[in-house]
């Protein structure tokens, strides 16, 4: 008797007897229909299983950092959560601890002036000052709202200067992308646990940045472990003075882009002729 045609789900290829997953795409060959037993599965296999997903991943990076980093960049990555939705899960979670835990925010004030004295200058002729102020607030509002998208932003600096501070160590930049995505996980997990501390005992946040370049260096060390100790935390060292200097940088850089989209939103009609005028 002939066996059914038994072909992948995703892609429609060929299987053979027996095959858990397709040769061609990789997708299990055991499909089955969505309900809510699937999707508690789902979402143990995928978050709390012991051999994979996030806290396995969490774990590896708190209990043997380097030794995890250097084997993802070698290839073991299977049991692995994805570095970037790492981040972004993490760093949606303290902004969800914060935004319950801060509670509701201040008032504004009713009357709707901008404490300035700005709108009694000269450039008041030119550029609508309230507006202005407004749209560099909710921009600024918007990204304490979205902490995963504010570290992601600053995460490529921060590989870049961890590239230029261990240059003579092989790895390339994309490399330090990963690298950097996993050690700002391993802070970001930290993190959540200082918010609670902060909210519940007054403890500083700023202990907590010692605590992340603490962590970051041990992890390297380890990372590096035929490389002579010092040498690492000098280099660690100097790689984080190259962030708060890039970082600087590309800060200036982008108030500078957002404050002339800002001017030529709510500059007046008049103000591009006037300022090449003189």
């Known amino acids: 008797m002939n066996q059914p045609d038994k072909r992948c789900k995703n892609c429609s290829q060929h299987l053979l007897l027996h095959q858990k997953f397709c040769h061609e795409c990789g997708q299990k060959t055991a499909t089955h229909r969505i309900d809510f037993h699937f999707l508690i599965h789902e979402i143990q296999h995928g978050i709390f299983h012991v051999d994979g997903g996030i806290i396995y991943t969490l774990k590896e990076l708190f209990t043997r950092p380097g030794h995890t980093l250097r084997e993802y960049l ?3 990555r299977q049991q692995h959560f994805k ?3 790492l981040v972004l899960i993490l760093g949606s979670l303290c902004a969800l601890f914060q935004y319950f835990l801060k509670g509701k925010k201040e008032q504004a004030d009713p009357s709707g002036n901008i404490s300035t004295n700005l709108s009694q200058q000269d ?28 570290v992601l932003l600053m995460i490529p600096v921060a590989a870049l200067a961890f590239y ?14 990963v690298i950097m995505l996993f050690l700002t996980g391993q802070s970001l997990a930290v993190y959540i646990v200082f918010i609670f501390l902060n909210h519940f005992a ?5 202990l907590f940045y010692w605590v992340s370049w603490g962590m970051i260096t041990v992890s390297l060390m380890q990372f590096f472990n035929d490389k002579r100790k010092r040498n ?5 060292m100097w790689s984080m003075f190259l962030t708060y200097m890039l970082s600087l940088v590309y800060l ?7 404050l002339l989209i800002g001017v030529c939103r709510y500059g ?5 002729p006037d300022l090449f005028n003189g």
Request: positive net charge; glycine residues 6%; contains cysteine.
């Open 74 to 76: 070698a290839g073991k």
């Open 83 to 85: 570095p970037l939705t």
């Open 123 to 150: 450039a008041s002729k030119y550029i609508d000052l309230k507006g202005l102020v407004e749209y560099c607030k909710e921009i600024y509002e918007w990204l304490a709202n979205h902490f995963a998208f504010t």
């Open 164 to 177: 230029l501070g261990f240059r003579k160590y092989r790895y390339n930049y994309p490399e330090w992308l």
């Open 202 to 206: 007054g403890i500083d946040n700023s």
């Open 232 to 236: 690492v935390i000098f280099r660690s």
């Open 252 to 258: 200036f850089f982008a108030i500078t882009v957002i």
């Open 268 to 272: 007046y009609n008049n103000i591009i």
